[in-house]
């Protein structure tokens, strides 16, 4: 293999219970638990060399997402959502990876337990995007790096033009980097997001934090808010 083939084996979607479903050109991605989904992807190189390439891609998710007050869940919030479009793209050789693209789909929110003062309001809200990410990976290993750096960053720019209910954009960046001596290997990782411009996220889509190795000691999504701030040494 060379070495462009083992970075696009190890990014091209998250390897989750079921794993990944391949064929030449096209990977399923399915995943269940507190967050079910079902992610298809078409990729297709545009060249001999494999560097440029587009991706239609569509998914439905299933999530429930809990609101807390301090340390007290006090309400639980159920979510579909359904996301299509396609991203052009670029690979530079087997260092990484940029995507540009849009998509367009829809998200529906209810209250699942919690007073009806917490109820989300709109049942149906219209999404449409375009999106940007970059990724750089030049670990040694997927699930247990002793050496390398890897960097990603994404653009969610939110747009009525594209039929969106609401006008915003988000970004997020994070990074680690491994070293090891000897027998002990160190993993340093962070990471930030917030919004441009002066439009604020919406409820449905600002960051929430807590979790495992996400501030283990905190519940799964408990902190939540307009901007992210994290750093972590292993």
């Known amino acids: 293999k060379t070495p462009l083939h083992e970075f696009l084996e190890r990014n091209l979607g998250p390897r989750d219970l079921f794993g990944l479903l391949t064929t030449q050109n096209q990977w399923t991605d399915l995943q269940l638990g507190h967050t079910n989904s079902l992610v298809t992807e078409f990729y297709q190189p ?14 439905f998710t299933r999530s429930s997402v809990d609101l807390y007050q301090g340390k007290n869940r006090i309400a639980t919030y159920d979510a579909d959502s ?48 375009f999106t940007a990410k970059l990724l750089f990976d030049q670990l040694d290993s997927v699930h247990f790096p002793r ?17 969106a209910d609401d006008s915003y954009t988000k970004w997020d960046a994070d990074g680690n980097v491994v070293y090891s001596l000897g027998n ?17 996220l919406p409820r449905y889509d600002e960051f929430q934090w807590g979790g495992f190795l996400q501030l283990t000691g ?10 992210l701030r994290y750093g972590r040494v292993m």
């Open 218 to 227: 905190l519940r799964t999504g408990q902190l939540y808010g307009q901007n």
């Open 46 to 59: 545009l060249n001999a060399e494999g560097i440029f390439f587009v991706a239609p891609h569509a998914g």
């Open 82 to 129: 359904a996301l299509a479009g396609v991203d052009a793209g670029v690979h530079f050789h087997q260092f990484g990876t940029l995507r540009v693209g849009a998509v367009g789909g829809y998200l529906d929110p209810s209250l699942d337990t919690g007073p009806q003062s917490l109820s989300p309001g709109a049942s149906h809200i219209a999404q449409g995007a």
């Open 147 to 163: 050496s390398g750096w890897r960097f990603a960053a994404n653009t969610f720019n939110s747009n009525s033009t594209l039929g």
């Open 184 to 200: 002990n290997t160190f993993n340093f990782a962070a990471k930030a997001g917030g919004r441009v411009g002066s439009n604020s």
